[in-house]
């Protein structure tokens, strides 16, 4: 066994202490949090577990499940348990950049522009961005990364009416709204999003480096101008395992009921 995916030094109290499993889990998940196992680390397997530790397979998978609900890791089928990388932040407050909250977040954005040109609407993109199916838009497809990972699949669609010119511009060092803002002062006002959990089809999965049919998002944004024109229609694809959405909540509504005898004041 490799040094640094060694257990030989975790000790276990079979006596006062809590089940076998629950101690396995929280020095594997203290050895995750110091760093000594880091993000894309291979785990030592189940075997390997029971025989450096003598412990039952029953105890070591109950500490690798309790590790998989926390996000802390991951299996991979055929190869194996590997420390889970960091899951991005993102909240879902405001109105958010990808390339700012990379920035915001210590990390580098780049992306890999997928297909970039000009093409009729059709009738999906057209209804969502209320326009004629035959009206062009400029259309956007990229892998967006953090520090040269995979994290995101963008398809974004654009009235070109709204952008003449924007398909010359080199998107993968570039943020789309930075660009809009800038040259067209386009300015988003409010957008809608809808966010759904689907399982990850393999053509997606093999661009974003995720399994196949794992659980991913998928993300639907329309935003809008101050004057309610929709300027942008994007969907966007990231594997679970990668981002973490965080919404503020505030206090109920007036009138709402929380709970039986309590009753906001109207």
Same mark, same amino acid.
């Given at each position: ?29 203290? =050895?995750? #949090?110091?760093?000594?196992?880091? !993000? ?14 003598? $412990?039952?397979?029953?105890?070591? +998978? $109950? ?13 991979? +089928? ?22 700012? #909250? ?11 522009? $997928? ?19 035959? #009206? ?7 892998? +967006?990364?953090?520090?040269g990972r ?9 009235p070109h ?46 661009? @974003? ?7 991913a998002f998928?993300?639907?944004? @329309? ?18 395992? =990668? ?5 503020? @909540?505030? !206090? ?10 309590? +009753?906001?004041?109207?």
């Amino acid at each position: 066994m490799a040094g640094h995916r060694s257990t030989r030094d975790f000790v276990f109290d079979v006596v006062s202490g809590p089940p076998l499993y629950r101690q396995l889990a929280d020095f594997m998940r203290e =050895r995750i #949090d110091q760093g000594v196992w880091a !993000g894309g680390d291979e785990l030592p397997s189940e075997h390997e577990l029971c025989k450096a530790n003598g $412990l039952s397979r029953t105890t070591v +998978r $109950l500490a690798f499940g309790e590790l998989i609900n926390d996000g802390r890791i991951i299996r991979k +089928r055929g190869k194996g348990s590997f420390v889970a990388e960091p899951k991005l932040r993102r909240t879902l407050n405001n109105l958010y950049s990808f390339t700012d #909250d990379m920035i915001d977040s210590g990390r580098v954005p780049t992306s890999r522009v $997928l297909e970039s040109d000009v093409r009729e609407a059709g009738t999906e993109i057209a209804n969502e961005l209320v326009i004629g199916k035959s #009206d062009l838009v400029f259309f956007l497809k990229r892998i +967006r990364e953090a520090d040269g990972r995979p994290m995101i699949l963008d398809t974004s669609c654009v009235p070109h009416s709204l952008c003449a010119g924007i398909e010359s511009e080199d998107f993968s060092a570039r943020s789309l709204y930075a660009h809009l803002a800038d040259r067209y002062s386009i300015i988003p006002y409010r957008a809608i999003e809808t966010h759904e959990v689907i399982s990850i089809p393999h053509a997606v999965a093999e661009m @974003l480096g995720a399994e196949a049919l794992s659980p991913a998002f998928l993300i639907t944004r @329309l935003a809008y101008l101050e004057d309610g024109t929709v300027f942008e229609y994007t969907q966007s694809v990231t594997p679970g395992d =990668r981002c973490r959405f965080e919404i503020g @909540l505030n !206090g109920p509504r007036r009138g709402i009921t929380l709970q039986r005898g309590y +009753r906001t004041h109207v």
